[in-house]
């Protein structure tokens, strides 16, 4: 079991940035996949990136592409999420994922408890 705790959300006015953070266990951070996803109010949750233990492959939900940008810091067992052009459609919660390839394809089994982003007009 993975534990994830989620850190950066809060209200900002459209155009502006967050930075988001997520703080796994030692023990099986660089072993795991991570991801970002996002609920808003009344919608399913969503995938919004996701990367590779090392570092060396994103992936990004078109929705943010161009605009967010997933990165790890494994000497501090964190992963982040630079969300720069916010727009109000980006309100949601956002939760930490981790997980592990199976066939190539992420597999993720460990969720934070989520923080909110509210994204102003």
């Known amino acids: 079991q993975v534990q994830l705790v989620e850190s950066g959300g809060g209200l900002v006015q459209a155009g502006g940035s967050l930075r988001l953070s997520c703080v796994a266990s030692?023990?099986?951070?660089?072993?795991?996949?991570m991801g970002w996803f996002r609920q808003a109010p009344g919608k399913e949750r969503e995938f919004v990136a996701g990367?590779?233990?090392?570092?060396?492959?994103?992936t990004y939900a078109d929705s943010v592409k161009g605009r967010f940008t997933i990165s790890r810091d494994n000497a501090k067992n964190t992963v982040y999420l630079q969300m720069n052009s916010l727009k109000p459609e980006d309100t949601a919660v956002y939760y930490c994922?981790?997980?592990?390839?199976?066939?190539?394809?992420?597999?993720?089994?460990?969720w934070g408890q989520g923080t909110q982003v509210t994204v102003s007009s």
């Open positions: 994922a981790a997980g592990t390839l199976q066939a190539g394809t992420p597999q993720y089994g460990s």
């Open positions: 030692r023990r099986t951070f660089s072993s795991v996949v």
């Open positions: 990367i590779s233990w090392s570092g060396t492959s994103r």
